[in-house]
């Protein structure tokens, strides 16, 4: 079992940054494999990043990638999300998830790998 509680969402203009933070608990992180979604207004949840249980491996949607960049510190029990340039369309609620299932890589991508969420948290990008 894990808990995820997700930080660092908020308000910025366009092009600018933020980092989200993901600290969860247990003494076993470094074995989950972890990602990022997100979920704007009426549309469905959507992959935005993920990361392999070492941090060797890691995976992001076309439209962020040059963008943002996931990485992870095992030694703290966080999941980090560094997300620069951002754009209007990036506004969304950004939630964690984990999972111990020894993923594919293309199994990352869905949110039915992941069997552990955070609440998540809001971030808004002003034109």
């Known amino acids: 079992q894990v808990q995820l509680v997700e930080s660092g969402g908020g308000l910025v203009q366009a092009g600018g940054s933020l980092r989200l933070s993901c600290a969860a608990s247990?003494?076993?992180?470094?074995?989950?494999?972890m990602g990022w979604f997100r979920q704007a207004p009426g549309k469905e949840r959507e992959f935005v990043a993920a990361?392999?249980?070492?941090?060797?491996?890691?995976d992001y949607v076309d439209s962020v990638k040059g963008r943002f960049t996931i990485s992870r510190d095992n030694a703290k029990n966080t999941l980090y999300l560094q997300m620069n340039i951002l754009k209007p369309e990036d506004t969304a609620v950004y939630v964690c998830a984990a999972t111990q299932r020894n993923l594919l890589r293309r199994q990352r991508l869905l949110s039915t790998s992941y069997d552990y969420w955070g609440q998540g948290t809001q971030v808004t990008v002003s034109s």
């Open positions: 990361i392999s249980w070492s941090g060797g491996s890691t």
């Open positions: 247990g003494r076993t992180f470094s074995m989950y494999a």
